[in-house]
């Protein structure tokens, strides 16, 4: 078929053209088509609906949570706990009165004679204690005490400090009381080796006796 | 305003964007239907059937074609679903010729050209007369493999099997 052919067609059958649905199509169609449309525009009615509640209930749940949160907030700032004092001086680990008015240490040790293992003496009112009867006689300070006598920056350190004597000072304590003298000063160079920033005394009777001196010094 | 937007409009529920969309092509499916399936009732049932799918589809249309490929591709489907039942009858376009070539005793000429096509077209198969049909609506060749479902080249072909036919037809009568 060539072109003037095709066009010849075309033209006679666009003649033809007066074809048509019967009127009761037609109605029945433009009807369900009118259906359709009122369908869609429910539908759409009904989602504005939800969209419009669920951002209220977006925004009021918000607010609550908001709410929720300051009141929270608030009321932890008033109940705070004051920062308890752990480790607090005891009565088993403070000194007599009478203990703490006239006691001197002897801090040359190496003037002492061989074979005394390094025993400073303590000269207090009118006797001289070994150095095993410091540790027997004398409690070890507290913990906190010894921290507070520290020139520690912050109170993180402060509690660093004090957590990892306690521990050691603990097990100290126990070896004196069963009378494990050497094992207890070995266990204290441990505590000094391991605590460098604890600024502790060079010996475990001179950390018995500290809580004996003015604060502030070590 | 052009078929598409008429079309959005209706999936957003207006409904007289329906009707103007209705109007404009209403007389041309049923034409097309009527001319491939030869019965007046047969046609008005298919091209309803047409529609009715556009109005289901209505919130789903996606302007991924235009508005006229995607109504006669839909009509396309239930045409070869009728002709699967029923065989194909596209003698209609043969009556259709025929009666203008009478009206056209007067201009003999072309009584006897539109005479000429009406034996070409008896020699085509249904899915080439559609093909043709198409083309005579309007449609390019893409718009055509859309509707068909088939691929250009095969369109082409078709179209270039068709014209061979009818000169050999004509080879042959004359």
Redesign the interface.
């Known amino acids: 078929m060539n072109k003037s052919q095709f066009n010849r067609l075309k033209k006679a059958l666009d003649q033809g053209k007066s074809n048509n649905n019967a009127a009761s199509v037609d109605a029945q169609i433009r009807q369900l088509a009118q259906q359709k449309a009122a369908e869609i525009r429910a539908e759409q009615r009904q989602k504005a609906w939800f969209r419009r509640k669920a951002m209220s209930f977006a925004s009021a749940f918000s607010l609550a949570i908001t709410i929720t949160a300051a009141s929270l907030l608030i009321m932890s700032h008033l109940t705070a706990v004051p920062e308890l004092e752990l480790f607090a001086d005891t009565p088993s680990t403070t000194l007599s009165n009478e203990r703490q008015s006239t006691i001197t240490i002897a801090r040359s040790i190496d003037s002492l004679p061989p074979g005394m293992l390094a025993t400073p003496v303590v000269r207090a009112q009118s006797r001289f204690y070994s150095a095993d009867e410091i540790l027997q006689e004398f409690s070890l300070p507290s913990p906190t005490a010894l921290a507070r006598r520290m020139n520690l920056d912050t109170s993180a350190d402060r509690w660093a400090i004090v957590s990892s004597l306690s521990s050691a000072l603990a097990d100290i304590s126990a070896m004196i009381g069963v009378g494990e003298f050497e094992q207890a000063r070995q266990r204290y160079q441990r505590l000094r080796q391991s605590c460098a920033n604890c600024q502790l005394p060079n010996s475990l009777e001179e950390l018995t006796l500290v809580s004996l001196a003015p604060e502030g010094n070590i | 305003m052009s078929d598409e937007t008429l079309m959005r409009l209706?999936?957003?529920?207006?409904?007289k964007a329906?009707?103007v969309l209705?109007q404009r092509y209403?007389?041309?499916l049923?034409?097309f239907l009527?001319?491939l399936c030869g019965d007046?009732a047969i046609?008005?049932e298919l091209?309803?059937d047409a529609?009715?799918a556009v109005?289901?589809q209505?919130?789903n249309y996606q302007v991924t074609a235009k508005f006229n490929t995607w109504l006669f591709r839909i009509a396309h489907y239930r045409l070869v679903d009728y002709w699967r039942k029923f065989g194909s009858n596209a003698t209609v376009?043969m009556e259709?010729?025929s009666?203008?070539a009478l009206r056209s005793r007067d201009r003999a000429t072309e009584g006897l050209?539109?005479q000429?096509?009406v034996e070409?077209l008896r020699c085509l198969p249904p899915n080439q007369i559609e093909t043709?049909?198409l083309?005579?609506e309007g449609f390019g060749r893409e718009e055509i493999a859309e509707i068909t479902r088939a691929k250009p080249e095969t369109v082409k072909s078709r179209l270039r099997y068709?014209?061979k036919q009818?000169?050999a037809a004509m080879e042959m009568r004359a």
């Open positions: 209706y999936g957003r529920g207006e409904a329906f009707d209705y209403k007389g041309r049923y034409t009527y001319r007046h046609a008005e091209a309803q529609w009715l109005i289901r209505a919130t376009i259709e010729l009666e203008q050209e539109l000429e096509l070409m043709l049909l083309k005579i068709a014209s009818l000169r």
